[in-house]
C-alpha cells in the first residue's frame, strides 16, 4: 500500500504535464551518450519541451482514459517522453534533428494535437515547419503582391508628374 502512496504523486505529476501537452512523442533512447542527452535535453528546454524518463507503468496509468492512451503499446523497453506544451510539433522537430547526429535515438510513437502517430508519422511530422515559420511565410506571400501593387502606383504617379 505504500508502495501505492509513493508513486501517486508522480503519477500526479506526469497527469499535469498530459493535460497541458499538445503532444507527446516517445523515443528509446537506448545507446545515447550523456553528451548527446544533455544537448537533446538543453535543445527541448529551450523550445519550452518537457523531456522526462518515468517508468512505463506509470506512464500508462497517467494516460488512462485520455487520446495519449494510444501509446500504451510503445511502452516497452526504455522509453523517455517529451511533452509538446507550446509547439505541438516541437519536440517532433527538435528529436528528428538530433536523430540525423545520433542514429541510436529512435522515435516510437506520438501523439499529436490528438491524432496518433507511429514512428514513419512522428518522422513525417517532424518535417513541418513551426506554426510561426507558416505563418510568416503566409504573411509573406500575401504581403509580396500588395507591394508591388504599390510600387507600380508609385511609378505612375511619378510619370504623370514628370510629365506635368
Known sequence: MANVELKQPIVDEIKGHVNSAKAIIAVDYRGLTVEEDTKLRRQLREAGVVYKVYKNTLLKRAFEGTV?????????????VAFGVEDATAPARIINEVIKTSPKLEFK????????????GVQLVATI?????????????LQSP???FARVLKQIA???EGAA
Open 68 to 80: 495519449y492512451e494510444a501509446l500504451d503499446k510503445h511502452l516497452e523497453g526504455p522509453t523517455a
Open 109 to 120: 510513437a506520438g501523439v499529436i494535437e490528438g491524432n496518433y502517430y507511429d514512428a514513419k
Open 129 to 141: 515547419p513551426s506554426r510561426e515559420v507558416l505563418i510568416s511565410k503566409l504573411l509573406g506571400s
Open 146 to 148: 500588395i507591394s508591388n
Open 158 to 160: 511619378d510619370k504623370q
